[in-house]
């Protein structure tokens, strides 16, 4: 089992530009998020979906749209990157309620 | 709102001294309380979940412990592949989606 895969490791953006940040979990997990890791911040939520076509906003959602089409998918576009979007970027997926997430390994995004 | 604060932020141990971190939080209802480790460059890695208070979760070296308002996770005679960044997180009844997480307690473990 890959667990949950995300896709790149490293990105340089420049500011104004946009990506996509894939993640892909093969677990069948309903649960999935994005979260943002900064120094001395601790983890925060940026989306989440509860199912395939169901996502919603977390703390942290403002320059960030998410859409989640199948289980296994769930990417995170940035719309116009900012310095302030520089990062490291996890995503996650869980069974439900109670039950622990498992997290990719991360992306890396620093914003020029 | 759901808030979780880790201490101490660091702590150097000597291989075999034990020592414990903390895990204080205020949430609304509990749904679950969260152990993870992360090591540098990688994502968090899932220790336990402790639901009920009075409830302990033991693997290997490492001993978490839950009551009403804190956690604690105990090392016993830690070795250097123990160190790492310890984090907490709690997940509440009112948003069972989400973890809302510490800053984290970055624990080394000296041979």
């Known amino acids: 089992n890959a667990g949950v895969t995300q896709t790149p490791k490293f990105q340089v953006l420049k500011t104004g530009q946009s990506m996509t940040l894939q993640c892909a979990q093969d677990m069948n997990h309903e649960y999935m998020s994005w979260y943002r890791q900064d120094p001395g911040m601790g983890l925060r939520l940026i989306h989440y979906?509860?199912?395939?076509?169901?996502?919603d906003q977390g703390e942290v959602p403002n320059g960030y749209n998410v859409s989640r089409s199948t289980t296994e998918d769930f990417p995170l576009r940035l719309l116009s990157a900012a310095p302030s979007q520089t990062s490291v970027y996890f995503c996650?997926?869980?069974?439900?309620?109670?039950?622990?997430?498992?997290f990719g390994s991360g992306t890396r995004l620093t914003v020029v | 709102e759901d808030q979780v604060t880790q201490s101490p932020e660091a702590l150097r141990l000597q291989e075999g001294e034990s020592s414990s971190l903390n895990c204080s939080y205020t949430?609304?209802?509990?749904?679950?309380l969260f152990w993870y480790r992360q090591d540098p460059g990688k994502g968090p890695e899932f220790l336990f979940t402790?639901?009920?208070a009075g409830e302990e979760k033991e693997k290997e070296r490492l001993k978490a412990t839950l009551t009403k308002k804190e956690s604690f996770l105990h090392i016993t005679a830690p070795k250097p592949e123990d160190s790492a960044t310890y984090l907490c997180?709690?997940?509440?009844?009112?948003?069972?989606?989400?973890?809302?997480f510490g800053a984290g307690t970055t624990v080394t473990v000296r041979a």
């Open positions: 402790l639901y009920s």
């Open positions: 997180a709690v997940q509440a009844t009112s948003n069972d989606y989400k973890l809302s």
């Open positions: 979906s509860v199912g395939a076509g169901i996502t």
């Open positions: 996650a997926s869980s069974r439900g309620p109670g039950y622990g997430y498992t």
């Open positions: 949430v609304s209802g509990l749904r679950g």
